[in-house]
């Protein structure tokens, strides 16, 4: 009865958000139905006696409440500190500048789809600083779709390439890396060098090359002419900060490597005093840049607001996901998935397929990596115990199958922003994006039970 009820329940959440719903108040009602159907039919509880309030009505409200001031105060802070960086990084032009800067080499390069694919690797590297996915994009698209353009590289192809540069979200300082290693028990540090720069590095040349070859193939395809083309200037020197602002956006991700057990190990840095720090040391750019005192503290006002934005959007998303995964747990279904996989010979490695499968399809339907990786990354703990395997083997392959999974989805906002910026439809742009995709999901699997298994 439960699994039915399980079952019936995630098909209406799927549902709703596919009908853009907003996903927070979906998982959080579907999480409390979950919860009070199980106690109605003496199927779970939801809080154990302890830590009861006294009514089962309370305790569901006891939970999101508990949930939210660990999340807000551990996982939420660091989180809403990365968000509120990247906004100021990106209000005062320091993205920009990195971006511009790391594209130069590019243009040494002959060919036009070599040139193209080696913006898809830069793009990749530009994720490790600039942790949006579409905001990368748009980044890309204004500064280096019109050098792919002028290369005589079509739309559709240079649109692929720049939708695609964020599929693996694998910098120390992405939510999702935070909220997976957090979940593992792991230092996000640790959790990036020793289990997603070696995914990654297997990944990176296989998407490089895929997207070399299909891109140019689907151009000769549709009858595209490879033709250069002179580059027209689409900006003015006050609109471009100096280069020396390129070095912003890596400041914390330096400081976190650098201060960490990786190579000086005496001095404490988190996540969170990094971009501090980045932030500070911005003011004081933005301060010998314009020599004005009131416009550089009126502009940290766009940190805040990022503060602000993680908040309202990424912390709460966790929660939700966490209630509704709460809500599987309390009714019986995570533990009868379990004994009917061990009970079948299925075992870990196909338990890990199953999970890895739910979030890519969900992604794709949903339009969102991170809506169906948070509400699922809850549970994993609980599934790898008793699958006898270490949380981060599980968890590792359906973070980044989420962020792979969502460049196929026509509805997700880095399809939808690159498309529009690109002129091309988003549904084009997806056949574009499907194979180099796939490609990554395969190897993610692969490497991940050839390494970590």
Not at 322 to 344: C, H, N, P, R, V
Not at 396 to 407: D, E, T, W, Y
């Amino acid at each position: 009865m439960g699994i039915v009820i399980s079952l019936l329940v995630t098909f209406w959440v799927g549902f709703l958000i596919v009908k853009k719903y907003k996903p927070q108040p979906v998982l959080f009602m579907a999480g409390l139905i979950l919860m009070f159907t199980a106690v109605m039919l003496g199927l779970g509880e939801i809080l154990p006696a302890k830590s009861s309030t006294g009514s089962v009505l309370f305790d569901a409200f006891e939970f999101i409440k508990q949930t939210m001031s660990s999340r807000a105060a551990g996982l939420g802070l660091n989180i809403m500190a990365v968000g509120g960086f990247a906004r100021y990084m990106d209000h005062i032009g320091a993205s920009k500048a990195l971006v511009k800067l790391t594209i130069r080499p590019l243009l040494a390069l002959r060919s036009p789809y070599l040139v193209m694919a080696g913006a898809w690797v830069v793009g990749m590297f530009l994720g490790l600083c600039i942790n949006s996915a579409s905001g990368l994009a748009m980044l890309l698209m204004v500064t280096v779709f019109p050098v792919l353009i002028s290369l005589g590289v079509s739309r559709l192809s240079a649109t692929a390439v720049i939708a695609t540069t964020l599929c693996l979200d694998w910098s120390p300082s992405d939510t999702g890396t935070i909220l997976s290693a957090t979940t593992a028990g792991l230092d996000p540090v640790l959790y990036w060098t020793n289990y997603q720069i070696p995914i990654a590095i297997a990944v990176i040349p296989v998407v490089a090359v895929l997207h070399y070859f299909v891109q140019k193939w689907l151009d000769k395809r549709d009858g595209h002419v490879v033709q250069a083309t002179e580059l027209a200037a689409t900006e003015t020197e006050e609109d471009t900060p100096p280069m020396i602002y390129a070095i912003l956006p890596a400041l914390p991700l330096a400081l976190i490597l650098v201060f960490s057990s990786l190579w000086i190990s005496w001095i404490k840095m988190d996540i969170i005093k990094a971009m501090f720090i980045g932030v500070a040391i911005g003011m004081i750019f933005e301060y010998i840049r314009h020599r004005d005192g009131k416009k550089v503290f009126a502009d940290v006002q766009s940190f805040f607001d990022g503060l602000g934005m993680q908040m309202a959007n990424v912390i709460t998303l966790i929660v939700a996901g966490e209630t509704f995964a709460k809500g599987l747990m309390t009714i019986g279904t995570i533990d009868a998935i379990i004994a009917s996989a061990q009970s079948s010979g299925f075992g870990a490695a196909g338990m890990i397929l199953v999970m890895v499968g739910i979030i890519a399809v969900a992604s794709v339907v949903m339009g969102s990596g991170n809506a169906p990786f948070f509400a699922f990354a809850a549970l994993t703990p609980t599934v790898a115990a008793k699958m006898s395997v270490a949380p981060v083997v599980m968890l590792l392959p359906m973070h980044f199958a989420a962020s792979a999974a969502r460049a196929i989805s026509p509805i997700t906002a880095v399809i939808v922003v690159s498309s529009s910026m690109g002129g091309v439809s988003p549904f084009d742009l997806v056949k574009r994006t499907a194979i180099p995709m796939l490609g990554a999901l395969l190897v993610i699997i692969v490497a991940n039970f050839w390494l970590f298994y």
